[in-house]
């Protein structure tokens, strides 16, 4: 499989997402395939995979090991295999960053539903906070 997907073959594949995301910002995750081990930071997840930002991405289909703490009120690290769906090489000229969209093949459901719960409860918080007009307090 082609290692660089293309930016309009990544941008159709985010269309095709089934679960809602949520962003995380400074995420540090732990990749270990049985080579060496390397932390990426997770830009976004939800209970179906994430994407991390690396500017050495694997291969598309690669799978390995991952590491992931999340966040509070989850508070709990999980380890779990992570399929490499999609990637992104670094390029000087393109806006988007490099990195690399997983599946989690081994997530056991009830993670996978507080994910999902938590990755809600974001997305209201931010509907909520846009919807305060300039200069009031809730």
Request: proline share 6%.
């Amino acid at each position: 499989m082609n290692e660089a997907i293309s930016e309009k073959s990544t941008a159709s594949s985010g269309d095709q997402r089934k679960s809602l995301r949520s962003p995380l910002l400074v995420l540090k995750v732990k990749v270990d395939s049985g080579r060496k081990s390397f932390f990426g930071y997770a830009k976004n997840i939800s209970k179906s995979g994430m994407f991390i930002a690396t500017t050495n991405p694997r291969d598309a289909g690669s799978r390995f090991q991952v590491e992931i703490p999340l966040p509070t009120p989850l508070n709990r690290t999980v380890d779990c295999t992570c399929e490499v769906v999609w990637n992104r090489q670094f390029s000087r000229k393109s806006e988007q960053e490099p990195g690399m969209g997983l599946r989690f093949c081994d997530l056991e459901e009830t993670i996978a539903r507080d994910i999902d719960t938590w990755v809600r409860q974001q997305a209201k918080k931010k509907t909520a906070a846009r919807k305060v007009p300039p200069g009031e307090h809730r």
